[in-house]
């Protein structure tokens, strides 16, 4: 009887989460598939907003809302703490909530950690009891707050009281990183010397030994950890066979700004084409991506995949960690188009490719960075996007960018997230006809992982390549000036 009751809540909350998406869209959202970059998106919200204040108030809140979150993007933090103020003054919604107290938390001060721990007090009482990754999120969201506004001694009780949040291994909440590299060093310092220490050696994993900070901290502490050569190697050669059959072997590139990129290889025969992989920073290893991998080196294409700056093998002192940057996504979406960009001459050179057939490859948030790279880069001329998850503030953008691009774009959607597939939907709709299809996967997964529902999805992906690079010409496009 449990098991009947709980399927017909699961398929309640489908239909809710399917209705809701296909709700008309407010003014604001027609907006956000409009602007053709970050700056025109914020004056176009800034005059909508200023045109209906005066007579509705929620549709402008919506508005401060969304430049709020153009701001975020763009590394302006105190535009966009204004903006969340002016949109939470009206609406005191879970979203303004949560958007302005995460940024007072970066800025970091005690009276922000104040203001964040208010905010937040009305979310934590929704998902006090939530045993959702989401919930463990609003939870140490919360607790942070409460370190920051002075009582770190509760924030540490409040983590320890819920060890399935953070503190049991391979405990599945999002912004990993971000929570280990926070907490650790705060239950160190606070008397929880083994909880501390068990986060600090995964957080400095994670980073590959590169996090100056927690390595000066676990040595301040007496906490033995490895060299980061020591981190280095163990996590690397477990990468190395996470994604395919046959090993992937690990390059070192060097960027345009110096910065030095790993990029892994897997090659099939001289003269192959060539597919840039960018995986979610997110991701601890490839494992997602093995389907797709496979099924590229059985149609004959070599595989490069670009770890993006921060995270996994391309951790760095300046970029350790996925969270460095947080409140800079418009920066990094660009710095991963230019990273991608300079990893296709060293991958073709190293595994002879055809330099006429480039397509990257790239899942979830990462779509701007592979569209900026076929549009900045002549090389590239198709585009394969995972289950794309752009945010709101990038619709638009993506739009005009992948128009300007010329190149043919391939998404590929799943079954689980409604509200994306109608996004996707729609940011195909509004480009042009010849230069999209969308293609949909019956397997439960998001990203990457969708092309494990078998040998038929990997086949119609090689197939429209293959048609796409035989049907064009083979003169790569002009370079946009």
Same mark, same amino acid.
């Given at each position: 009887?449990?098991?009947?009751? &709980? ?17 008309? @869209? ?17 004056? $176009? ?26 701001? *975020? ?12 103020? %002016? ?20 800025? #970091? ?9 208010? +905010? ?14 989401? /919930?463990?999120?609003?939870? &140490? ?54 909880? /501390?220490?068990?986060? +600090? ?12 900070? +927690? ?79 496979? $099924? ?32 800079? *996504? ?9 990273? +991608? ?10 595994? %002879? ?10 899942? /979830? ?26 945010? #709101?503030?990038?619709?638009?953008? &993506? ?8 190149? @043919?774009?391939?998404?590929? $959607? ?30 439960? #997964?998001? /990203? ?34």
């Amino acid at each position: 009887m449990k098991r009947r009751v &709980l399927t017909i809540l699961a398929a309640a909350l489908v239909c809710a989460a399917t209705a809701l998406a296909y709700l008309p @869209p407010s003014p604001v959202q027609n907006l956000l598939y409009r602007a053709k970059d970050p700056a025109d998106l914020r004056a $176009q919200l800034a005059a909508h907003r200023d045109s209906i204040a005066a007579t509705d108030s929620l549709d402008a809140a919506e508005a401060w809302y969304w430049i709020g979150v153009s701001h *975020e993007r763009s590394g302006e933090r105190d535009a966009a703490i204004a903006a969340y103020r %002016r949109a939470h003054a009206v609406r005191a919604n879970a979203e303004d909530a949560l958007a302005l107290a995460d940024l007072l938390m970066l800025r #970091g001060t005690r009276a922000d950690g104040a203001e964040a721990a208010k +905010l937040l007090a009305p979310v934590l009482e929704r998902f006090a009891a939530d045993r959702t990754p989401r /919930g463990a999120d609003v939870r &140490l969201r919360a607790a942070w707050a409460t370190a920051l506004a002075g009582d770190p001694a509760a924030a540490c009780r409040a983590v320890l009281d819920r060890p399935g949040d953070l503190l049991t291994p391979k405990a599945p909440i999002p912004r990993q990183a971000l929570w280990t590299a926070r907490f650790a060093p705060l239950l160190l310092e606070h008397g929880h010397a083994a909880e /501390g220490a068990a986060r +600090l050696t995964r957080a400095l994993s994670s980073s590959r030994g590169r996090d100056t900070a +927690l390595v000066r901290l676990a040595r301040g502490r007496g906490v033995k950890i490895a060299t980061p050569a020591e981190f280095a190697r163990r996590a690397d050669s477990a990468l190395a066979v996470s994604a395919a059959g046959a090993p992937l072997v690990a390059t070192t590139v060097r960027a345009a700004d110096g910065a030095r990129i790993t990029v892994w290889l897997l090659r099939t025969r001289p003269g192959a084409p060539l597919a840039l992989l960018a995986v979610s920073p997110e991701a601890e290893s490839f494992a997602g991506a093995d389907s797709l991998v496979s $099924q590229l080196y059985r149609a004959g294409v070599s595989v490069a995949i670009v770890d993006p700056r921060g995270s996994r093998s391309s951790a760095s002192a300046a970029t350790p960690h996925p969270h460095a940057w947080i409140a800079r *996504e418009d920066a990094f979406q660009q710095r991963l188009a230019r990273d +991608l960009s300079a990893a296709i001459g060293p991958a073709s050179a190293a595994m %002879r490719t055809d330099p006429a057939r480039v397509c990257v490859i790239a899942e /979830g948030p990462l779509a701007m960075a592979a569209a900026l790279s076929a549009r900045d880069d002549a090389r590239v001329r198709t585009v394969v996007l995972a289950g794309a998850t752009p945010s #709101g503030a990038e619709r638009g953008w &993506l739009i005009a960018v992948l128009t300007a691009s010329h190149a @043919p774009v391939f998404f590929q $959607q799943g079954p689980e997230d409604v509200y994306a597939n109608e996004v996707v939907d729609r940011i195909a709709s509004l480009l042009p006809s010849r230069q999209v299809r969308v293609a949909d996967s019956q397997w439960t #997964g998001r /990203g990457f992982a969708l092309f494990r529902a078998g040998a038929k999805s990997g086949e119609r992906l090689t197939n429209w390549l293959a048609d796409e690079w035989t049907s064009r010409p083979a003169t790569p496009r002009a370079r946009r000036r």
